[in-house]
């Protein structure tokens, strides 16, 4: 099932099941343009900042680094790269807390900067893309450790090998309350981000590339269509899209562009469609043309709890702490720091967190926002939840088993399908918090999941090492069984031969062997006798010498008497 045919602005629209219609609060931080922040002392990276395998640092403590350096490579092929955001020196790699929903700590590199701005040498491909290979163009976005922006953080190089593409979409929908920060890149850097899609058309072949914007962004619709006007070749387009939350999901904004939907289980690349978020197209451009990776993003500081909401270029790595004093600080009233949107961020315990690759948006709730609610209520059995579910999902089943801990059941009821937009607490009478009892559900199964792994790994790791020992005793007891058989059939072959000897009546062997020790005992008798005879002819010779000594003495002792 392909999706055939190139994507027209005459075709209508679709509809997905569900969704809701908010109050968008985008007004909060469009007005300023994005600022840059000032650097800071120390920077923080996290090792895992995407999907799939934590990446493996190429530094040690002490290290000096330059600004674009790879600290870290992707640690498999489903992995990303990451690189330092300043120059400076390497001062720790240890465990500290992560922007995670789970509130755990992770591996981190600390970078203390030494405010040189000193680059990595750079050597921009330029225009030359267009002459270079797709394997070496996913090579160069591997290498500047470029992820999905728009939320999902997956490695943007491993989403390219799909080569059977028609139609690049183009994700600049942002559909999530408060999040402005793909509006203000599509206003500012309309140029970059048609460029970055020109790269990524070439990259997988695509036949067009379809701009989907929410119809709440005129001004980034105007500034997209000036720049796709002046190229003129007819590959990229327009679609305007009704504002309706979520919107942005992908599976959603495939349905609503192509009309067809994603089947369980499969990708979207088997419809012919890939989907990228303008934020990664600009970050694609930027790796192309400044030969600059993954170092920075746009992040929106929003909220009425922040005292100047707006949106700021901030490189990879800066405490979030920073980020709000850059927008003028913490209001009085100031409640709840919240990572991404109101629908789909999470709260944070702590502002000492580092910026990373997700961080699209900082929420800093007042007092008088109703943005996440604390306490619920049971769940009535309203089934208003099941209605806003854009997946067809059944949120207060997935409720009940998610309480009482029913793996099996949620596993049934589809679990992992839900993309945890938020619909279904949002309209929730009880104000029940479902996504958090997803999350904690989720979490709990793959950690039961890696345990199972981890256990079955080191029962196969026993096996095998049991295994090896039974081999080495078997060898040995076969090697000690061959031996003990060898004695054996030479001890059976003497005995033959002897029993042969006395079979056949020969008696020369024998008797040989009987003159033998008869001759060599006659000769040790022989032997004996002399040495007694030379022994008594010893001593008597020393008899007489003894007496011969003993005369003259006595001689001359009575001479010696007579003298007197
Ligand atoms: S909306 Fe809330 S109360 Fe109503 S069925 Fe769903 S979980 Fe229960
Ligand atoms: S959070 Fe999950 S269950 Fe709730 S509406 Fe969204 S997809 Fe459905």
């Known amino acids: ?108 590199v600390f970078i203390e900067n030494d405010f040189k701005d000193e680059w990595l040498e750079r050597e921009p491909l330029g225009d030359d893309y267009n002459n270079t290979s797709s394997s070496n163009m996913r090579k160069v976005v591997r290498d500047a450790g470029i992820v999905g922006l ?26 999530e309350p408060y999040i402005t920060c793909d509006d203000v890149l599509m206003r500012e850097h309309a140029e970059d981000v048609i460029a970055g899609a020109d790269i990524i058309g070439h990259i997988i072949k695509a036949r067009q590339c379809v701009v989907a914007i929410e119809d709440n962004k005129p001004e980034a619709i105007q500034a997209i269509q000036s720049v796709i006007d002046k190229d003129g070749t007819g590959f990229f387009k327009i679609r305007v899209i009704p504002t309706l939350y979520p919107s942005g999901g992908e599976k959603q904004l495939i349905k609503i562009i192509t009309g067809e939907e994603v089947p369980k289980g499969r990708y979207p690349a ?105 306490k619920h209520l049971p769940c009535i059995r309203c089934g208003k939840c099941v209605e806003v579910c854009p997946v067809r999902l059944l949120p207060q089943q997935l409720y009940w088993y998610a309480s009482s801990k029913n793996t099996d059941r949620l596993i049934e009821h589809n679990l992992f399908d839900c993309i945890e937009c938020g619909c279904c607490a949002y309209v929730c009478p009880s104000e029940i918090p479902l996504v958090q009892y997803y999350r904690y559900a989720k979490t709990s199964i793959w950690q039961q999941e890696r345990e199972r792994k981890a256990s079955d790994l080191s029962r196969q790791r026993h096996e095998a090492h049991q295994m090896r020992l039974d081999k080495i005793k078997r060898e040995r007891e076969d090697k000690l069984r061959k031996k003990r058989e060898l004695l054996k059939k030479k001890t059976e072959a003497q005995n033959a031969a002897d029993n042969k000897s006395d079979g056949d009546g020969s008696s020369d062997g024998k008797t040989s062997k009987q003159a033998a020790i008869a001759e060599a005992i006659a000769r040790a008798h022989t032997k004996k006798a002399e040495r007694n005879k030379a022994a008594e002819q010893v001593n008597e010779t020393a008899t007489t010498q003894s007496e011969a000594k003993t005369t003259p003495d006595k001689e001359s002792s009575n001479t010696r008497e007579t003298d007197k």
Do not use: W
């Open 1 to 108: 099932m392909t999706h055939e045919r190139d994507i027209t602005a005459e075709d209508t629209l679709a509809r997905f099941d569900g969704g809701l219609i908010l109050d968008a609060q985008k007004q909060l931080s469009t007005g300023p343009a994005i600022s840059s922040m000032e650097q800071c002392k120390e920077y923080i990276l996290p090792l895992q900042q995407h999907i799939g395998v934590i990446s493996q640092p190429l530094i040690r403590t002490g290290d000096r680094v330059l600004k674009g350096q790879m600290l870290a490579r992707p640690g498999d092929l489903v992995s990303a790269a990451i690189h330092s955001p300043v120059s400076g020196v390497v001062t720790d790699i240890r465990q500290h807390e992560v922007p995670h929903a789970s509130g755990l700590s992770d591996l981190c």
């Open 150 to 175: 728009g939320g999902a953080v997956f490695p943007a190089a491993v989403k390219q090998t799909e080569m059977n593409v028609r139609t690049l979409i183009l994700n600049g929908v942002e559909c």
């Open 270 to 374: 088997e419809l012919g469609v890939l989907v990228h978020n303008v934020a990664t197209a600009v970050a694609i451009q930027r790796a192309v043309y400044h030969d600059e990776p993954l170092i920075s993003r746009i992040l929106t500081v929003t909220g009425n709890g922040v005292r100047q909401p707006q949106n700021i270029e901030v490189l990879i790595g800066t405490p979030m702490s920073a980020c709000i004093e850059h927008c003028g600080g913490y209001t009085e009233d100031s409640d709840e720091l919240i990572m991404g949107g109101p629908m789909m961020g999470f709260s944070l315990q702590s502002d000492q967190l580092p910026v990373v690759k997700a961080t699209n948006c900082l929420l800093v709730t007042a007092d008088i926002e109703q943005v996440k609610h604390k």
